[in-house]
């Protein structure tokens, strides 16, 4: 029975990634329960957890889902040739080749940044242990830095504030989260060391388009606290000019 229930579930997901290929647009889970004939209550918990695993983002205003760019991505390889919005793992492709980071797309998902898409880089000792569809708290990566950047001190304050009230161990501190957005704003990129794992550091930079969600997304890099500390202005060019010259390519752009 448990094995009917996991095939079952795989099922349903599928078809609801599917209905969206149909709907192109948000969809509240009622909706999506009724057109698909799901009890609304197993649809919400198969939704949440396609949330909580990257594939799905959640708009608190709406309450409406919307597939993410980790789904947009998921065929990407097939058909490497064509460039767009939804297939852009071949700007990530380069800025690994040029940077020797791993590579990341980011976005927002709750008070977390959610990391969509993830090339590592190749030399092993430069390799991160990071899964598309890990979550951080959003003020511990330089992607989170990024999207804090387009919010008000206020709302960064209520953000660190939820965060702090759902966490288990480390609580933030809202003045140095502050001062790293305040930074941020003005250098008109993120970078941050030993935010997330020791030693380790990050810069991102802004993508100039969102998601369906109108959810801003981000390019980020990381690798040695080290490097990020000496590098992040020459690394946060390096992806200005990348993201620029992709953008250049898009036939809708």
Not at 74 to 93: D, K, M, Q, S
């Amino acid at each position: 029975m448990a094995a009917e229930r996991s095939v079952k579930s795989a099922r349903r997901a599928l078809e609801i990634l599917d209905l969206y290929e149909k709907l192109r647009r948000p969809a509240a889970v009622g909706e999506i329960a009724a057109m698909l004939g799901y009890p609304q209550s197993s649809t919400s918990f198969l939704m949440n957890d396609l949330r909580r695993t990257g594939y799905l983002n959640y708009d608190t205003e709406t309450r409406r889902f919307a597939p993410t760019m980790r789904v947009a991505l998921l065929g990407g390889w097939i058909h490497a040739g064509t460039f767009g919005r939804n297939e852009i793992f071949g700007l990530l492709a380069r800025v690994r080749e040029l940077t020797r980071m791993t590579t990341m797309l980011c976005t927002q998902n709750g008070v977390e940044l959610q990391y969509m898409y993830v090339i590592e880089a190749r030399r092993s000792s430069s390799k991160l242990a990071l899964r598309p569809g890990t979550s951080r708290p959003i003020c511990r990566g330089a992607g989170g830095l990024v999207l804090l950047a387009e919010r008000t001190d206020a709302e960064v304050g209520r953000i660190v504030r939820l965060i702090n009230a759902t966490a288990a161990a480390q609580h933030e501190d809202l003045g140095c989260v502050l001062r790293h957005v305040g930074r941020t704003r003005r250098d008109g990129y993120g970078w941050i060391t030993n935010g997330v794992f020791r030693d380790v550091g990050s810069v991102a930079v802004r993508l100039p388009f969102n998601d369906i969600l109108n959810k801003p997304l981000v390019l980020s890099v990381a690798g040695s606290a080290r490097r990020i500390r000496a590098e992040h202005r020459l690394l946060a060019d390096v992806l200005r000019k990348q993201v620029a010259s992709h953008c250049q390519t898009m036939p809708d752009a």
